[in-house]
Every structure is written in structure tokens, then in C-alpha cells.
């Protein structure tokens, strides 16, 4: 059965493209739909409300907690700054006097006739989600965001750190198999998205971070290099949070491993081009791959897409070109040469259907149909 589904990784230079873009929290959708937007352009808003700080009213002024609203300064609804008097007594006859003031600036919002505390809350943080990339939104989701569609190109990476973001592409490797060294960081990869070969050293690395490099897209990395970098390993957990000046997407995996020729040629045709990409992976359950977006802004998303195989149709088929996904031939490129239409027992004692492919050294290996994901 040829037809086996194998999710893969898209790599398309032709494509329709959605991205949800969600606040976290409940806030203001504040585009509609057909509208064409920007990268930057914000999509919904919402605010975070500020820590609340205690004035402990009763205790400074030596008075009960009931006596505290009769001695306030301020009012509930009111802005303070920090140090500023809320609440004032005097005793003996004006020669003793107490102020609670506050601790904090932001907004009196509530006094306990219980306590004697007065509440003031920091003012609330902004949250904004924009675009991401260019397009039209095609659905409104109220009070949390919206859909935004494009069409254009777009390929996914094995695995990513650094958030979202958008920068014109700059090919500076010549070919998959180069590895991008200091020399290759100069003063015009500054602000670019960069695209290497089969890896990049530690020190180029670092050189890109510290030059203004806005993203990496490399093949692989060596592990070490990587967590050097970061100063610290990479746990399990989804990516894309870390704090550091730049993205890294490696289309490949970890190691020197040059990268795949429709992968490094789609980049290649689109050298100066601005794009959008994020690190966020997560390879448990709900996978997320990082990705990088070439979107076309002039084109119709209506438009049906080329034909000539744009993008993964998740078809197993002989001559689909594959990537192995576990040991012993992780991170391997091969062919599918024979696909078996019974199961076979493995080594494990699991009774699961197989392939057979073409690895790059000409040998040729029987795996899982599970253990591998279609590259194009």
C-alpha cells in the first residue's frame, strides 16, 4: 500500500499559508475579516493586570481598620506614585502626625474596613500580537486574535530556538555542504536572516549574536556548540522563548549534515527577499516546527496553487525522498526504493509495515514507515 500517510516536513516554494494568531488572555480583536495586513500589523490586544500592592493604612497611622477610610488622602479609582500620601491622621490636638504612603505607583483600588489596608495595583502591561506575516485575514476569532492567510513559500526545520522574527534572507553559503565560519559574518549580514550549508561553528555563532545577525538557517549544529551558546542544554519542552538576540532553525538535525538541495534551493531563489520565521519545536504531542515564510504580499490566495509537486502530500511512493527520524540512521537523507505491502516483525517484536530505501552511501536500509517523515 503506497498510500501510507507519513507526516513530513513542507517545504514549498508554493503554498497557502495560515497562521492562528491568539492572545493569551482575553482581550480586543482589532482587525476584520478581508483585511489585508502587515507583518507588523496588530492584531489583537489585551492587558495584563498589575501586581496589587498592600499599604498596611491602620499600622502606620495607629488607628482601627474602620477608622482608616475616614483618614484617607485619596479616593478608590485614583493614580498615586510611589511615596505619595494616602492616608493622614493627627493627635494632640495637630502635634502627632502619621501618613501611609504608597508603595507602589498605579491606581487605589480597594480599602478593607476589616484590615485597614489599602489595595494599589501597578498599572496593567500590555499585550499585543501582531501579523506575522503578510496577508488577509480569512476568520476573527472575538476577544483573542485572528487568522491571517497568504500565500507564498515555506519551509519547516527539524528544530529552532529564538522567537518570531522578520528579516530579508542573505544566501551565504554557496552550497548545502558549506559550513558557515567568523569569516562569513560580516557587516552587510547584519539585520539579515541568514542561510548557510551543513552547519555553522560555535564561533560564528557567537560572532552573528554579537554582529546584529537577525536569524540562522543552517543544516545542523553541533549539540555542544548550541549549548554553549544558550548556556544551557535544551530540555524537552517546546522552544522559541530563549533569550537571546537571534533565531536558529536548523533544517536538518544536529551534527554536519548538508542541507537538503530543494531546501537550500528554495532559499537560494529567494536571496534578498524579506521573511518571517520562528524557532518554536516542540516534538511531543501537539508537534510544532520551526518555520520560515517567504510570503508573496501581491498574491491571490484563491489562486490555485502550481502543480509540479509544491508541496509534501504525506503519499509515500517510490522515489519520495525521506528523512530518517531514529537511531541508527537518524538525521539520515535516503530514497524509498520498495514499499512492502505486509508488515514485518523488527527487531523490538513489533509487527509493523516498512520500507525499504537508498541511503546516500548506496546501501540500502528496511525501516518503520513510522520512523521516517517525507521530505520531498
Not at 507602589?104 to 500580537?129: C, D, L, Q
Not at 512492502?340 to 541511503?359: F, N, Q, Y
Request: aromatic share 2%; with cysteine; charged share 20%.
Amino acid at each position: 500500500m503506497a498510500t501510507g500517510y507519513t507526516p513530513g516536513l513542507t517545504v514549498s516554494p508554493d503554498t497557502i499559508i495560515s497562521k492562528t494568531r491568539r492572545l493569551p488572555l482575553k482581550g480586543k480583536t482589532l482587525v476584520e475579516i478581508g483585511q489585508r495586513v502587515g507583518p507588523e500589523t496588530i492584531i489583537a490586544r489585551a492587558e495584563l493586570p498589575g501586581i496589587m500592592h498592600t499599604v498596611k493604612a491602620a499600622a502606620a497611622l495607629g488607628m482601627e481598620p474602620g477608622e482608616v477610610e475616614n483618614a484617607l488622602t485619596v479616593k478608590i479609582g485614583d493614580s498615586v506614585t510611589r511615596g505619595q500620601v494616602v492616608a493622614h491622621s493627627s493627635s494632640l490636638w495637630g502635634l502627632i502626625k502619621s501618613d501611609a504612603k504608597a508603595t507602589t505607583t498605579g491606581m487605589v483600588e480597594m480599602v478593607s474596613p476589616i484590615t485597614g489596608n489599602i489595595g494599589i495595583r501597578e498599572a496593567p502591561t500590555p499585550i499585543e500580537i501582531n501579523a506575522y506575516i503578510p496577508g488577509i485575514v480569512t476568520e476573527v476569532i472575538a476577544g483573542e486574535g485572528a487568522v491571517v492567510t497568504a500565500r507564498g513559500a515555506m519551509a519547516q526545520g527539524i528544530f529552532g530556538v529564538g522567537g518570531e522574527r522578520r528579516a530579508p534572507l542573505l544566501c551565504v553559503a554557496e552550497r548545502p555542504t558549506d559550513t558557515l565560519t567568523e569569516t562569513d559574518i560580516t557587516p552587510e549580514t547584519a539585520g539579515k536572516i541568514i542561510v548557510g550549508g551543513a552547519n555553522i561553528t560555535g564561533a560564528a555563532l557567537k560572532k552573528a549574536a554579537e554582529s546584529g545577525v537577525v536569524g540562522i538557517i543552517v543544516g545542523g549544529i553541533i549539540d555542544t556548540d548550541l549549548v554553549e551558546f544558550l548556556g544551557y542544554d535544551i530540555g524537552v519542552a517546546i522552544t522559541g522563548h530563549e533569550d537571546i538576540p537571534l533565531t536558529l532553525i536548523l533544517t536538518e538535525g544536529f551534527g554536519n549534515i548538508a542541507m537538503a538541495a530543494r531546501t537550500f534551493r528554495l532559499f537560494s531563489e529567494r536571496n534578498h527577499r524579506l521573511a518571517s520565521l520562528s524557532g518554536a519545536t516542540q516534538i511531543r504531542a501537539g508537534v510544532i516546527r520551526p518555520e520560515v515564510i517567504i510570503a508573496d504580499e501581491s498574491a491571490d490566495i484563491s489562486e490555485k496553487r502550481a502543480a509540479d509537486g509544491v508541496e509534501d502530500n504525506h503519499a509515500l511512493a517510490i522515489g519520495t525522498h525521506i528523512r530518517i527520524i531514529r537511531e541508527p540512521y537518524f538525521g539520515i537523507l535516503a530514497t524509498v526504493t520498495k514499499l512492502p505491502s505486509l508488515p514485518v516483525k523488527i527487531d523490538s517484536g513489533a509487527v509493523v509495515r516498512v520500507l525499504e530505501a537508498a541511503l546516500p552511501d548506496g546501501n540500502l536500509a528496511v525501516v518503520p514507515r513510522a520512523n521516517v517523515e517525507i521530505i520531498g
